[in-house]
């Protein structure tokens, strides 16, 4: 533990004299940071229960804290409460009184705020309008010396960990902290966040909060082993090279010669209290990350001064090293998780979306983020009789037979509407079907089948929420048809149809109750949000919509429910207007094919008249149909849709990672990566805009170029 500082000592010092004077429970001392937002919490004494009641900071404006409120308003804050109030962290477990009092300058400005709790009071009436007065004064006079002292120092962050002090003995006025409390009082609140941290960076990042200033280190380096070798999986305070040199230094030297290999793993908590070395680092400790016996990696940790280890320092720092060794285990099995999740889930929807001139198609699938395998699913359907048909449903639950369900009720619906059946019968006899197949679980979808001639659609819904239509710009809703119940609810259900206009231009949306419902945004809430981005829309790209509609629940960081969207466009059949459009495929791994790619594209530009791009779009094209051949390892599909002002062009693979921009190599190593990011620079640098997007189980690579002027050309 680093020495209190002149200030921290100042506050030290009064606040255990109060809290000896006063007969309370704990005292805290608590100061504002430089954000102006924040109270943290720098010093507290008490008994050994204060680590479990003190929160190491929260909130100047949250009212439930009484020391916001002191030091909010300049005025003591006094409460007497039975239980905590809901919301505030952590809670004390027992009656308890509390008095906050602010620490008011000479400027009237509040430099903190003094808390004191007294735990089960008893007759609190007869004592608090002198122990209230007592306080105030004892601020007062706490305040006076920290201004002789020159003040407090501005604090850009928290600590993470008050310093904990002993309570005053008696006969005794020397100073002593007890640093196994501030040491046990830091792995608790590591645990308790390491709780709540589902994915690996999620870990690193509180082990970064968590260890680094509250042990005082410089600098964190996380090494996992991965089939036999380690790998390095966060560091923080140093670069990669020297964070794997310090998670591999097991014989005590960090010299930039030194080999590193797998070699063997830490297997015992090493502690080097001096290193020679020109680097940074003056002393580091390794600490093996283990469970169940079996060494998994690596935390080192690095400070830039000899240092001596004390037996309570070492003993924390093993258990915090086990806490982390165990939150990295679960959060690797849960990524694990994920990934087949989302590969299970990505291998049920549909491959490619069909293409039409007449409409423009865009849709979105994503995953919950907590690892779950979901029901939802879209899907677009050429039928017989020349119709487009949109589905989307969604299976209740998140677990395997979810997907399976999906799985199974989407062949159905393919297998009805390629007969020719109406919406209306289709989910009637794929309703039955479930009931023949003994699925156990209910499913919402609707059906719309878009009839291009007509210009109107035929929709039928088995429970699910209804489309929205409009044109962009404008005011969407939903049609008013028939509100079937659930596919599986029972066997002998007749569904039925609603016809409603679809003129040339509007758009279709349909979504899954994933889009507008979370656990922090109501179903009524999402659904507002939806129609007021659809409104704003105005003339936005399907891609970019559908983008800012996963916008409304959540993000890919945190997401508590997959969510689909399918989003159409009738183009319009009219001269002039229907759209023109083409495509050609590329088999797997036939690089020698990107040579008839490009007279597809040298045809296609001299019939729709565009010779004027046609050198940028040979260009642009064969840069990303080469690399989707290299690095996708799929059959490849270029699409082009002609717009009045621009020809758009969509590349497709089965690869769903999204593709990356050229990496600056440090070392200068070839990476398997690097040509595919040069082509995306060329890309950039031809097109008017460009971009990514789900398509199917893979990815679609995308780029417009703009029509040149009369006096470009």
Same mark, same amino acid.
């Given at each position: ?11 030290a ?6 809290v000896?004077?006063?007969q309370a429970?704990t005292?805290?001392?608590m100061?504002?940071?430089?954000d102006?937002?924040t109270?943290?919490?720098?010093v ?5 229960l204060?680590i ?9 404006n ?6 916001a409120v ?5 005025r003591?804050?006094?409460r007497v ?5 809901s ?10 009184a509390i ?18 709790v ?17 306080c105030a004064?004892?601020?007062?006079e ?9 003040g ?9 960990a ?6 005053l003995?008696a ?9 196994s ?23 690193v ?5 968590r ?6 280190a410089?600098c ?7 089939e ?5 999986l966060g560091?923080?305070?140093v ?14 030297t ?21 290193v ?10 390794l600490l ?5 016996d ?11 001064h ?5 037996? =309570?320092?070492? @003993? *924390?720092?093993a258990?915090? %090293?086990?806490? $982390? +060794?165990?939150?990295? &285990? /679960? ?14 889930q990505q291998?049920l ?5 069909p293409?039409?001139g ?9 995953t ?8 939802d ?10 119709r ?6 969604d299976?209740?639950g ?20 390629a007969?020719?059946h ?14 023949d197949l003994?699925a156990?679980?209910l ?9 291009? =001639?007509a210009? @109107? *659609?035929?929709?039928?819904? %088995?429970?699910? $929420? +209804?489309?929205?239509? &409009? /044109? ?8 008013e048809?028939p ?5 599986g ?5 007749c ?20 889009l ?20 704003a829309?105005?003339?936005s ?10 916008e409304?629940?959540g ?8 969510a ?7 183009v ?12 050609t495929?590329v ?5 020698r094919?990107?040579g ?5 594209l040298?045809?296609q530009?001299?019939?729709w ?15 990303l ?8 390892h799929?059959e ?5 849709r ?9 590349v ?9 921009t050229a990496?600056?190599l440090?070392s200068g ?12 620079l ?5 097109a008017?805009?460009w971009?990514n ?21």
């Amino acid at each position: 533990m680093t020495a209190l500082d002149t200030g921290d000592r100042i506050l030290a010092a009064g606040l255990r004299q109060t809290v000896h004077e006063l007969q309370a429970t704990t005292g805290t001392a608590m100061v504002p940071l430089d954000d102006g937002q924040t109270l943290a919490n720098v010093v507290v004494v008490g008994d050994p229960l204060s680590i479990f009641t003190v929160a190491d900071h929260h909130p100047v404006n949250d009212d439930r804290y009484t020391g916001a409120v002191a030091y909010r308003t300049g005025r003591q804050c006094v409460r007497v409460l039975g239980e905590t109030p809901s919301g505030v962290r952590p809670a004390i477990p027992f009656p308890y009184a509390i008095v906050a009092t602010p620490l008011v300058g000479h400027d009237g400005q509040s430099l903190g705020v003094i808390v004191l709790v007294w735990a089960d009071p008893v007759e609190w009436a007869a004592i608090s309008a002198r122990v209230q007065n007592r306080c105030a004064i004892l601020a007062e006079e706490l305040a006076r010396t920290l201004h002789l002292r020159g003040g407090l120092p501005l604090r850009t962050h928290s600590p993470g960990a008050p310093r904990f002090i002993l309570p005053l003995p008696a006969g005794q006025d020397v100073l002593h902290e007890s640093a196994s409390l501030s040491l046990v009082y830091q792995i608790t609140r590591f645990a308790a966040q390491l709780s709540q941290a589902p994915s690996l960076r999620d870990v690193v990042e509180t082990a970064i909060a968590r260890i680094m200033e509250p042990f005082g280190a410089q600098c964190l380096a996380i090494s996992v082993i991965d089939e036999g070798r380690p790998r390095l999986l966060g560091y923080s305070g140093v670069g990669p090279a020297l964070a794997v040199r310090l998670t591999s230094a097991s014989t005590g030297t960090l010299e930039e010669g030194t080999a590193i290999g797998p070699g063997p793993s830490v297997d015992r908590p090493l502690f080097f209290e001096t290193v020679e070395t020109d680097g940074p680092i003056a002393a580091y400790c390794l600490l093996p990350l283990t469970i169940d016996d079996h060494e998994t990696g690596t935390l080192a940790l690095g400070f830039d001064h000899p240092r001596d280890f004390r037996a =309570e320092e070492r @003993a *924390a720092l093993a258990t915090v %090293a086990q806490l $982390l +060794a165990q939150s990295i &285990g /679960r959060a690797r099995q849960f990524e694990t998780e994920r990934r087949m999740a989302q590969a299970l889930q990505q291998g049920l929807l549909p491959h490619a979306l069909p293409h039409h001139g007449e409409v423009d198609v865009a849709a979105r699938y994503v995953t919950s983020t907590i690892g779950a395998v979901g029901g939802d699913w879209y899907d677009v359907v050429n039928l017989p009789d020349g119709r487009v048909g949109l589905v989307i449903g969604d299976v209740e639950g998140h677990t395997s037979r979810a997907a399976a369900t999906m799985g199974q009720i989407r062949s159905a619906i393919r297998a009805y509407a390629a007969e020719g059946h109406r919406p209306a019968d289709v989910l009637t006899r794929t309703n039955r079907l479930l009931a023949d197949l003994g699925a156990d679980l209910l499913a919402t979808c609707c059906c719309v089948w878009l009839d291009l =001639e007509a210009e @109107a *659609a035929e929709i039928s819904s %088995a429970g699910h $929420l +209804a489309p929205l239509l &409009g /044109r962009p710009g404008d005011r969407f809703a939903a049609p008013e048809l028939p509100q079937g119940i659930p596919l599986g609810v029972q066997p002998d259900t007749c569904y039925t149809s609603a016809q409603t206009p679809v003129p040339e231009g509007t758009i279709l949306v349909l979504y899954t109750d994933g889009l507008v419902r979370s656990h922090s945004v109501r179903l009524d809430d999402g659904i507002a949000e939806l129609h007021a981005r659809l409104a704003a829309s105005g003339g936005s790209r399907l891609e970019v919509l559908a983008d800012g509609l996963l916008e409304i629940t959540g993000t890919d960081n945190r997401r508590d429910d997959d969510a689909a969207v399918l989003i159409a466009q009738f183009v319009g059949l009219h001269a002039g207007r229907r759209q023109r459009v083409g495509r050609t495929f590329v088999q797997r791994h036939d690089l020698r094919a990107v040579g008839d790619v490009r007279r597809f594209l040298r045809e296609q530009a001299r019939k729709w008249n565009w010779e004027a791009v046609s050198s940028d779009l040979e260009l642009a094209v064969t840069e990303l149909v080469t690399n989707a051949l290299v690095h996708a390892h799929s059959e490849v599909e270029v699409r082009l849709r002609e717009y009045t002002d621009r020809l758009r062009v969509d590349v497709r693979d089965s690869d769903p990672r999204p593709p990356l921009t050229a990496p600056v190599l440090a070392s200068g190593e070839a990476d398997n990566e690097s040509e595919h990011g040069r082509g995306l620079l060329i890309v950039d640098a031809l097109a008017s805009s460009w971009g990514n997007s789900p398509s199917g189980r893979g990815k679609s690579v995308w780029f417009e170029l703009s029509r040149p002027s009369a006096s470009d050309e």
